[in-house]
């Protein structure tokens, strides 16, 4: 499996971020691993605010701010992604 290096990363950063692997009971390379994946499986927000602008364009009716933003509340908490 390719490995990937991070260079210059503030002592403050990785501090954080080992205690947060920790909080969550994994090692820190763990952690990130699962970061990544998940960031890698969720949309662009780009993408999904393209997509929204389609819909809206296809249906004819302005879509609400309010109606954008859980679109894409949704969209980004959704456990399957």
């Known amino acids: ?10 002592p403050e950063v990785k501090q954080e971020l080992a205690a947060r692997a920790a909080k969550s009971g994994k090692s820190l390379e763990a952690y990130l691993r699962e970061m990544f994946e998940t960031t890698v499986a969720r949309r662009p927000l ?8 389609k819909a809206v364009e296809a249906e004819g009716a302005p879509m609400d701010p309010a109606t954008m933003i859980r679109v894409i509340r949704e969209e980004r908490d959704d456990p399957r992604r």
Do not use: F, G
């Open 1 to 10: 499996m390719p490995a990937i290096t991070v260079r210059n990363v503030r």
């Open 46 to 53: 780009a993408e999904l605010i393209a997509e929204i602008r």
